[in-house]
């Protein structure tokens, strides 16, 4: 079974993500700041993050630059509220840009797409 | 017939007979033979025959007489012509005084000038036939204004209104704008003609000798003035500044009277130069600085209204900041609304009776998102815009491989059709990417059927061109009207702000957006960039997460 971070500053947001990975048979772990995140990354062995692009005061870049270094094993699928469209650079370092939407199917393909493409699944 | 008798007729009284010249009126001249002598026998040939012959018959004391005779008629003539000169030095003077006075509280070039050739042309002082004034600019003489008659007939025609409306001299100097127009007006050809370097050689001789020049027809001069004077000797008057720069010159000539010019008159002619100079620098100097004052009062406004408008635009961006904050603190609450819906539908059987809500409550979701979707784009286009060169090949390309998969669902097939080596434009590439997707999203769902959707670009005159063609039904003349107006839409979902959203943010850039259609043909949409001229720039940031 995959092990999936879901890094969101949103709880409710967060258990949107969290039923439907585990409905697909994901592990799913949640972290809510850039510590947390860490905190868990270093801990536990995690097969890809979904990363949100803002966490409050915290920049979801920064976090993806640290993972890409740090963990460059796993893969990122970084999610943001509206197209932000090349505006910076940094973002081009994930595996995977969805844009938030109530459809949370779109999450779901780009999951599995980059797992499978990461030859991570299980 | 001089002698009556023993008698002279100069010594005869009260005898008509022997005298012709006493006129009707003159009675009394016969009788008063000492006013007779005075008056009319000093100057009669009778008389000077007379004496001649006396002087012949009786000696030296009548040749006495007779060399007095001829003295004081001799000195009667020399008075009579210093009484002459004195009369026309009177004259100048007087001109001279008035135009003085007249030229003094004056600041406008055209009416010194018009004073200035008035003066030199006028009948009771120098009274040249034309005048033409030049100004000196940028290295150049320009002709600016003459007065004169063109012609004999038009000369006689002038002299005699003169005459008749026996104008004084303060009358010929008062300015007179109607006149100033219209002898402009009739020189205006030549004018414009008479253009010249202040390194020709004829007006470079002036300058130096700072002083008024004849011009003979056989000396070297410009070849339009050789054509204008046409044999005709000219006079050339340079006006300098106290600081001895060049204002501009005046060109006089007698090309009807062929009268020459006195070295007196010439000495007088300096004293009238110093005099328009004097204003002439006065008058310059003044339209200088009205100009200038002119251009700051402008750049003052301007200045002012950049001012008012950073403001606005300081305002506006704050204001566009804080309402994307707000948009944002709503999208997340309606994707874990849509997204719960979701999650709590996919685990309820199809049976429940609650599968309607959540149906519901997920199309409501999905509306919220599209609004908030179209808001934030609107306000980015109208509050925030960071510009950056940028390849709208890319942008385009992008959209392309975007769109194409989620057109061919619809059978719409994609074509794309890019220039080579296009220039950059400046803009926002976020922005465009919006506005060409706003455009391109139209466009499939005009043809819901299938269809072709033709994407290009290309380079033309200083613009770069982005098309979108489909081959839909196309739309109603009553749709076009409205096709760029805000919360104009035909669709049941949207907000009607996509389409005036784009034309906003192509207007933005200094460019333009264009629809032809033609009915069950389809619709082109160009899109006009402007060519960005200098690289660099800036760009926002407003990623969202």
């Given at each position: 079974m995959n092990r999936i971070l879901v890094v969101d500053d949103e709880p409710n947001v967060r258990l949107v993500y969290k039923e439907v990975l585990g409905d697909e048979g994901y592990e799913v772990l949640e972290a809510e700041s850039v510590k947390e995140t860490f905190d868990i990354l270093n801990r536990e062995a995690i097969d890809l993050v979904v990363l949100d692009i803002k966490l409050r005061s915290e920049s979801g870049l920064d976090v993806l630059q640290r993972i890409t270094k740090e963990f460059s094993n796993i893969p990122v699928v970084l999610c943001s509220a509206?197209?932000?469209?090349?505006?910076?650079?940094?973002?081009?370092?994930?595996d995977s840009y969805i844009v938030k939407s109530s459809n949370p199917e779109e999450l779901l393909k780009e999951v599995k797409r980059v797992l499978s493409k990461r030859g991570k699944t299980k | 017939m001089a002698k009556f008798g023993e008698n002279y007729c100069w010594t005869?009284?009260?005898?008509?007979?022997?005298?012709?010249?006493?006129?009707?009126?003159?009675?009394?001249l016969l009788g008063d033979l000492e006013r007779r002598n005075r008056e009319k026998c000093i100057e009669c040939e009778e008389l000077r025959n007379d004496l001649k012959k006396m002087a012949d018959e009786k000696g030296n004391f009548f040749q006495a007489f007779q060399t007095i005779l001829d003295e004081s008629s001799k000195r009667e003539q020399t008075i009579i012509r210093y009484g002459r000169s004195l009369e026309i030095k009177e004259e100048m003077f007087d001109m001279l005084v008035h135009l003085s006075t007249s030229l003094k509280?004056?600041?406008d070039v055209d009416e010194i000038l018009y004073k200035g050739l008035v003066a030199f042309t006028m009948g009771s002082s120098f009274g040249f036939n034309r005048a033409i004034a030049l100004l000196a600019g940028n290295k150049k003489l320009k002709g600016y204004f003459a007065i004169g008659p063109k012609d004999q007939e038009e000369a006689l025609f002038i002299w005699k209104e003169l005459t008749e409306k026996n104008l004084t001299v303060q009358d010929l100097l008062r300015f007179s704008p109607h006149i100033f127009s219209k002898e402009k007006e009739k020189f205006s050809k030549i004018l414009e003609r008479l253009e010249f370097n202040l390194s020709e050689e004829l007006f470079k001789n002036v300058f130096k000798a700072e002083t008024i020049l004849r011009v003979s027809p056989e000396d070297e001069m410009p070849s339009a003035l050789r054509d204008f004077y046409r044999g005709t000797p000219f006079w050339v008057i340079p006006f300098f500044s106290h600081l001895k720069r060049l204002l501009g010159v005046i060109l006089l000539d007698n090309?009807?009277?062929r009268k020459e010019v006195s070295s007196e008159e010439m000495r007088v002619m300096e004293i009238f130069a110093t005099e328009i100079s004097l204003a002439l620098e006065r008058g310059l100097t003044y339209e200088e600085l009205e100009e200038k004052v002119g251009t700051l009062e402008e750049a003052n406004v301007k200045l002012k209204e950049h001012q008012e408008l950073i403001m606005k635009l300081r305002a506006e961006a704050s204001i566009g900041e804080m309402v994307l904050q707000l948009t944002h603190s709503f999208k997340n609450p309606v994707i874990a609304i849509g997204g719960l819906a979701w999650v709590l539908k996919k685990k309820?059987?199809?049976?429940?009776?609650?599968t309607k809500y959540m149906d519901a409550i997920l199309e409501e979701a999905v509306k919220l998102e599209k609004t908030l979707k179209d808001f934030v784009n609107f306000v980015k286009t109208r509050y925030l815009s960071g510009k950056s060169p940028l390849d709208i090949n890319k942008v385009v390309e992008l959209l392309y491989q975007e769109k194409r998969a989620k057109g061919k669902l619809q059978g719409v097939n994609f074509h794309l059709n890019l220039a080579n080596d296009l220039p950059m434009i400046l803009g926002n590439e976020y922005q465009l990417y919006n506005c060409i997707e706003n455009i391109v999203n139209n466009s499939i769902e005009a043809m819901p059927e299938g269809g072709e959707l033709f994407l290009e670009t290309e380079a033309q005159d200083g613009f770069v061109l982005v098309g979108i063609k489909d081959t839909g039904p196309g739309i109603s003349d009553e749709v076009m009207k409205n096709l760029?107006?805000?919360?104009?839409?035909?669709?049941?979902?949207?907000?009607?702000?996509g389409l005036y959203t784009s034309k906003e943010i192509i207007e933005k850039m200094g460019g333009n957006i264009a629809v032809s259609c033609e009915r069950e043909k389809g619709c082109r949409v160009t899109i006009m960039l402007p060519i960005s001229e200098k690289g660099g720039g800036y760009e926002q940031d407003f990623s969202g997460g």
């Open positions: 509206y197209v932000s469209f090349q505006n910076d650079y940094t973002s081009w370092l994930a | 005869i009284k009260d005898d008509p007979s022997v005298c012709p010249f006493i006129k009707p009126g003159e009675e009394h509280l004056v600041l090309f009807l009277t309820t059987t199809a049976e429940n009776t609650n760029f107006q805000p919360f104009f839409t035909t669709k049941t979902i949207g907000s009607g702000l």
